[in-house]
């Protein structure tokens, strides 16, 4: 049995006055995949963006036994935590090879170009772009950017905030079909939000279910994918 | 310090206090033109410092031109670094008609709050599509080009060049005005008499009259301002600056209120311009260049962005910090004196404060203050 | 013809001057060389605009402080010219920093219209300062550049100081280019410019980076204000004008672009030059500052090399 890499208790998030999270609590198991459904603005986001303190939060949050909370961004991204944010990930003004060399801004090692070809070897559009400025990407391009871009840090926890936004779906499943790759080879333990309530609870071991900023439910991916509520209100079936 | 109890919003005791305190203030501007018509001259920490009746005149234009100011900046968010050139054209129609048409001063504002009005809205077209970042480039850039506009030789006959422009019109009182009756009133009261002088100069009831004509100027136009502002228009303008989308999508159309809010913005500018030319007698290029547009940059947020009251405030800030600061020969515990440049450096750091620790400005403490003294209750929905 | 002649009439043109050669050339040559000077100043303005979208109004301010800072090193000091500029341009920058650090890091870097006015009272502020501190006697900064002209056709003169100007500029864009695209820092600072959500989730220091931006902004507007002031005689209000011919130059060239910046520069240079010499608008040299602006904020808001990225206020 693998032990909790990522532990959080508690954890509140506001924006200024608005308290959006109440208090949550779960944790990711080391090198697992866990999947946080939810409808519209029940906090998804605003979760990940804790995780990071790219937002202002209380309770504790705990990487490897590591307490995050009152660190930096750029210190937690030193502890190895990537990043894809909703939407926008990429730097549009710079090409797609700066790109990613900015995603590998805090490593010091010299495998950092390998990295990159290695990218480019598994998404071949941006191998073919890599002069082009992120830009002038199509949507889904700049998605798989944005997840390239994270990948090269080398983190040990990804968080992923709706990886298959405009992409097309069979994209999506290869998309995911590589995620669980890398989990494997790699050892990358990933907090995922999707809409693609389906596809995450296939690939992912543990979910949640996030209700207006509190966490409603929790348990195994495969129970809660047989669960009657999660059924009817993530499923659609 | 303990409040004074709260009252109800609309209760015979809250528009009791309301009118009290209307009351005080149209005493305390009816009687300070008598009290420091012998220039009022405290000395703080061994400094001497003088509060002329003369620097208030010029601060009650100021409080006009902020007042403009504020219609295009503060209440519909178009930043405009350049409200000197509005003020500066004012001045110098006035100047004009007055030396070559022999006008009085006041009859010019029927051309200058007009004429204002019209280069205001001409001004206010290409900021239509000219906004934010833009639009503080080009006032900016504009306010620093009025001084070499005025010197130009083409006008220069008419503007009087880089000499400025002497008035050729005395504001004398007329024989009606019972100024020295007042005068002799109160000096004949006990206590305070003693700071009123038994008699004014000719000098003193020139400047008495023209305080008077200035704060009834002044009057009017916050008057008229406010009214425009609390109805139709003034909802337009704050639901443009907050969200324009949205006001947009109301109906409200954006550009026929952008530029309407310039063009009163600049006649009111211009009215300020009339002013500060009454005041002085004078008008001279480099009064109206960028440095005054940033004066007044300085008095609207300092005062209070979006309130009336604050361009009230803001004016007497902008007159009086520098005047004050040059006053200052000795500043306490030290033997610097605070001259010239001190002045201005000082209403730089004023104006970073106020960003830092009180973003609504003067207003937005007063505010403050009151709700903790005379506290209000807001009243409760009818029914 | 007739139309011609009265148009040129109006402007007081003579067409002696028109078809002077010489005089042509030699004001494109001074134009350069004043351009040179607004493009440094511009690529200052640009570097602070495109990292954190607005602009800042204390610019010129800073430039001024270091322009004073070259004449102490050198005049008062006795160091080569040169090398006072060179430690008035590493001062600025230090001073830059700090001011980035104390008055601006506080803010949330998208409340733009809080930051434009906090510069404004910087401006009030420095330049009030430097009035206090070295007084309004006016003084004279010599040129890094030895005097005489190498080229002369007449009274066309390509004079030291002109070829000076023009490759100090270039030197500068070329290792400010190199300086963004090959080291770490640039690309942090582009990666910043860029998207400042994704540059801290990859883990920039947005702060020291910007504040690295400003230092980097006040070291080249400084090394523009040491161009400049030669020609003309260093006051507290010197920066002032500069600061107006820079803002057109950046809005010329589209306000987030480098190279716009110094193309910008050069045509306003050119143009206020040209103008000034032949349309005898000597009182209206700025009015053409002003004119350039507003013709380009109208005619092509993103100026020539311009990003058309939407206006942040
Ligand atoms: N910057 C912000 N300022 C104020 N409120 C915000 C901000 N961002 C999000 N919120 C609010 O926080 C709540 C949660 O938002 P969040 O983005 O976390 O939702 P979500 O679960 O990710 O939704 P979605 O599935 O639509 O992405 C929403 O009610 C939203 O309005
Ligand atoms: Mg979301």
């Known amino acids: 049995m693998s032990s909790t890499y990522l532990e959080v208790r508690g954890l509140k998030a506001a924006y200024g006055d608005i308290q959006v999270l109440h208090g949550i609590d779960f944790s990711v198991d080391e090198g697992q995949i866990a999947v946080i459904l939810g409808a519209n603005g029940a906090g998804k986001t605003t979760t990940l963006r804790a995780l990071c303190a790219m937002v202002s939060t209380e309770g504790s949050v705990r990487l490897g036994g590591e307490e995050l909370a009152g660190q930096s961004t750029a210190d937690i991204v030193r502890r190895g935590v990537a990043h894809v944010p909703q939407g926008r990930g990429t730097f549009p003004d710079l090409s797609v090879e700066e790109n990613l060399m900015a995603g590998a801004f805090v490593r010091t090692d010299a495998d950092v170009r390998a990295d990159i070809e290695q990218w480019y070897e598994t998404f071949p559009v941006l191998g073919e772009r890599r002069t082009q400025t992120a830009g002038s990407l199509s949507g889904g391009e700049q998605q798989m950017l944005a997840i390239a871009r994270a990948l090269m840090l080398r983190p040990s926890l990804l968080l992923l905030d709706e990886p298959s936004l405009g992409l097309a779906p069979m994209i999506t499943r290869a998309l995911f079909e590589q995620l669980t790759a890398i989990n494997e080879e790699a050892g990358t333990t990933m907090l995922v939000v999707e809409q693609n309530a389906a596809l995450a609870l296939r690939v992912a071991n543990q979910a949640y279910v996030l209700e207006a900023g509190e966490m409603a439910l929790s348990g195994p991916a495969d129970e809660l994918a047989a669960d009657d509520n999660v059924r009817r209100a993530y499923l659609g079936y | 310090m303990r409040g004074l109890g709260v009252v109800p919003a609309g209760s015979r005791q809250h528009r009791r206090r309301q009118i009290i305190g209307w009351a005080l203030f149209a005493l305390v501007v009816v009687l300070i033109p008598f009290l420091i018509a012998d220039t009022y001259s405290p000395t703080i920490f061994g400094n001497r410092y003088t509060v002329g009746l003369g620097n208030l005149s010029q601060a009650i234009g100021m409080m006009v031109a902020i007042l403009g100011l504020n219609i295009a900046t503060g209440y519909s968010g178009q930043l405009s670094l350049g409200h000197s050139f509005f003020v500066g054209s004012g001045a110098y129609l006035t100047a004009v008609l007055v030396n070559e048409f022999h006008w009085s001063y006041l009859s010019t504002l029927g051309v200058v709050v007009p004429g204002l009005f019209l280069f205001g809205v001409l001004f206010g077209l290409p900021a239509l599509r000219i906004q934010g970042l833009y639009l503080g480039l080009l006032t900016f850039a504009v306010a620093a080009v009025f001084p070499s506009i005025i010197r130009l030789d083409e006008v220069k006959d008419r503007t009087g060049g880089s000499n400025g422009l002497q008035i050729e019109s005395d504001l004398v009182a007329p024989s009606w005005a019972p100024l020295n009756t007042v005068t002799e009133w109160l000096h004949a009261i006990p206590g305070v008499g003693s700071r009123v002088p038994d008699g004014l100069t000719s000098r003193q009831e020139e400047a008495v009259y023209k305080y008077f004509l200035l704060v009834i100027v002044a009057l009017v136009c916050f008057w008229l301002v406010r009214n425009i502002l609390a109805g139709r228009v003034g909802r337009a303008l704050v639901a443009i600056r907050d969200n324009p989308l949205g006001a947009a999508a109301n109906g409200v159309n954006l550009a026929a209120y952008k530029t309407l809010s310039f063009g009163i913005s600049a006649a009111v500018g211009g009215v300020a311009g009339t002013m500060l030319a009454m005041h002085s007698g004078f008008v001279g290029p480099d009064e109206f260049g960028f440095a005054m547009a940033i004066l007044l940059i300085v008095g609207l947020i300092v005062g209070g962005a979006g309130t009336l009251h604050g361009a009230v405030v803001g004016g007497l800030a902008i007159r009086f910090v520098p005047e004050w600061s040059s006053q200052t020969q000795t500043l306490p515990g030290t033997d610097t004196a605070l001259e010239g440049p001190y002045g201005t450096a000082i209403l730089g750091a004023l104006l970073i404060i106020i960003i830092f620790v009180l973003p609504g400005g003067a207003a937005q403490g007063f505010r403050r203050i009151k709700a903790r003294l005379m506290p209000v209750a807001p009243q409760p929905p009818r029914g | 013809m007739v139309v011609l002649a009265s148009v040129l009439g109006v402007f007081d043109i003579s067409l002696d001057k028109l078809s002077n050669g010489e005089l042509w050339l030699a004001q494109f040559f001074r134009g350069l060389s004043d351009g040179a000077t607004y493009a440094s100043v511009a690529l200052a303005l640009v570097m602070i605009y495109k990292s954190t979208g607005f602009i800042n109004f204390a610019q010129g301010s800073l430039a001024l402080l270091g322009v004073y800072l070259a004449y102490i090193f050198s005049v008062e000091q006795g160091l080569p010219v040169a090398l006072a500029v060179v430690c008035a341009m590493v001062a600025s920058a230090v001073v830059a920093a700090f001011i980035e650090r104390v008055f601006i890091r506080p803010f949330p870097p998208d409340h733009v219209l809080p930051l434009v006015i906090v510069t404004l009272g910087l401006l009030l502020i420095i330049d009030s300062a430097v009035g206090i501190v070295w007084g309004f006697r006016t003084r004279s900064l010599p ?118 910046a110094v193309i910008g520069g050069l045509v306003v240079g050119l143009a206020r030059n040209l103008l000034v010499t032949f349309l005898d608008l000597s009182e209206l040299a700025l009015a053409t500052a002003v004119a350039v602006i507003l013709v380009v904020l109208l005619v092509r808001p993103t100026g020539l090399f311009g990003s058309t990225r939407v206006e942040r206020v």
Do not use: C
Not at chain 3, 190 to 214: D, H, K, M, Q, Y
């Open chain 3, 143 to 260: 040129s890094m550049f030895p005097s005489g002209a190498p080229i002369e056709w007449g009274i066309a003169q390509l004079t030291w100081r002109t070829i000076g100007n023009l490759g100090t500029v270039f030197t500068v864009v070329g290792l400010l280019y190199l300086l963004l695209s090959r080291t770490k820092v640039g690309l942090a600072f582009r990666a910043v410019s860029s998207n400042l959500e994704s540059a801290r989730l990859v883990g920039i220091r947005v702060g020291p980076t910007l504040g690295f931006g400003w230092a980097l902004a006040a070291a080249i507007g400084t090394l523009g204000g040491a161009l400049v002031v030669p020609d003309l005689l260093l006051e507290p209000s010197i920066m002032l004008r500069v600061l107006i011919f820079s803002l057109a130059a950046a809005a010329l060239g589209g306000l987030d672009s480098m190279v716009g």
